[in-house]
């Protein structure tokens, strides 16, 4: 972060191809915590999570292989409202339960809440990971003009990660490599780490 004359601070962005990169993604810290938050982000806030429009076609065709995975509240919310709705921006988003969760969170044995899409990845059910919002998270991604920008979103919930990545020293671009190469490819994010440490090294 840089100040400007007036005393006003403005963030630093990396432009690389179609991408802006806030420099908080560099140098903030993060590891998910999910002893201490136990997935509030799956409960948390006032809609579910953002959902590309692909994201939603391989869900509506392998929601067959995905429901088992899923709490029988979540399935009959599913039947109801379906698996996604517009946010107050006009944003598709996942539909959610009357209590907050996401329709397809689900519970662990020790409380804490996780992805039933991203349960029946792991078992070879579907071809979607997870919603690539919740997987980059907590980078969110905003369209400026023909650009995509990546900026560290800051949550209360998400304090404990913040820790326990200031205790590791691990910024928030380092723990979310495979969400980042999932999303731009193994040679853009090489290729941004050389960017940001040449810039360091100039400023």
Known sequence: MNKAPNGAFFITMLLHENTLISEDVFEKHFICDLSKC?????????????????????????????????????????????????????????????????????????????????KAWDEGKTSLQKPI????????????GDYEALNYHRWEICKPACRLGDKHKVSVFSFLKSAL?????????????????E?????
């Open 38 to 118: 136990k997935g509030a982000c799956c409960v948390e806030g006032d809609y579910g999570a953002p959902l590309l429009d692909e994201e939603v076609k391989l869900i509506e065709s392998e929601l067959n292989s995905i429901k088992p995975y899923l709490n029988e509240n979540s399935v009959r919310g599913i039947a109801e409202k379906g698996i996604w709705e517009y946010d107050k921006d006009g944003d598709v988003v996942t539909t959610c339960l009357p209590t907050g969760e996401c329709h397809f969170a689900i519970r662990h044995n020790d409380g804490s809440l996780g992805c039933g899409i991203e």
């Open 133 to 144: 919002s919740c997987h980059l998270y907590p980078i969110r991604i905003s369209k400026v």
């Open 181 to 197: 190469v999932r999303k731009y490819g193994t040679a853009w994010y090489d290729e941004v780490i050389t960017l940001w440490n």
């Open 199 to 203: 810039f360091r090294l100039k400023r």
